[in-house]
């Protein structure tokens, strides 16, 4: 955790030296529809397990209703697995996939920043690989899928009138058997 804390502290700092430099006469979103992509750090566990990283990237799309109020799809997945050796056994992971919707209520201010809060719902797909570290085969092949409500809270830093950094942290899944969350970082471009 942090690891991410720290990554995500980098990211506030890039973001804001980025919107600082370019967002000085840049006016608000006038534009509904966006999509976005984003790089993630994310944390997830199963049923207890000590907690795996992922580094996941993934895509946005929504639609602003009004300056306050969007919804908002993700898609996204893992493409850098994670692994932990547990003594006698050696645990493979790998984030599949997650996608989700989810209400976003924002506070549109006259300022550069656009302060977020976002709830929906998130479905997740995981596989955990389990390995005996003595002799090397393989114990156990368990997937796990969840759909959970998700929540998170966020910040879009405008660059231009249709382009923004995003900032976010998001609790995707808190299930008893499988959990999900972490910080994204990407752009965001309104049309």
């Known amino acids: 955790m942090g690891m ?14 980025c919107t600082g430099a370019m967002a000085v006469n840049a006016a608000p979103f006038e534009s509904r529809a ?3 992509a984003s790089a ?6 199963l049923d207890g397990s000590p907690t795996f990283d992922s580094t996941a990237v993934s895509g946005k799309f929504g639609y602003r209703f009004t300056p306050a109020i969007a919804f908002e799809g993700r898609l996204g997945g893992g493409v850098k697995d994670d692994e932990l050796d547990a003594g006698f056994v050696d645990v493979e992971t790998r984030l599949r996939n997650y996608i989700g919707g989810y209400l976003v209520l924002g506070y549109d201010s006259p300022n550069p920043v656009y302060p977020y809060l976002m709830a929906g719902v998130t479905h997740a797909e995981a596989e955990f690989k389990f390995y005996d570290t003595v002799t090397g085969n393989r114990l156990l092949n368990e997937n796990e899928a969840e ?3 998700s929540y998170g809270v966020g910040a879009n830093f405008v660059v231009t009138r249709n382009t923004a ?14 959990d999900l969350e972490g910080a994204s970082l990407g ?3 309104q049309y």
Do not use: P, Q
Not at 165 to 178: C, I, P, Q
């Open 4 to 17: 991410i804390i720290n990554r995500v502290s980098m990211g506030v700092i890039v973001a804001l030296g």
């Open 34 to 36: 966006y999509i976005g």
């Open 40 to 45: 993630s750090l994310l944390e997830y566990s």
């Open 147 to 149: 759909t959970a409500f």
């Open 165 to 178: 950094v995003t900032l976010d942290y998001s609790w995707y899944l808190s299930k008893d058997r499988f």
């Open 187 to 189: 752009l965001v471009f």
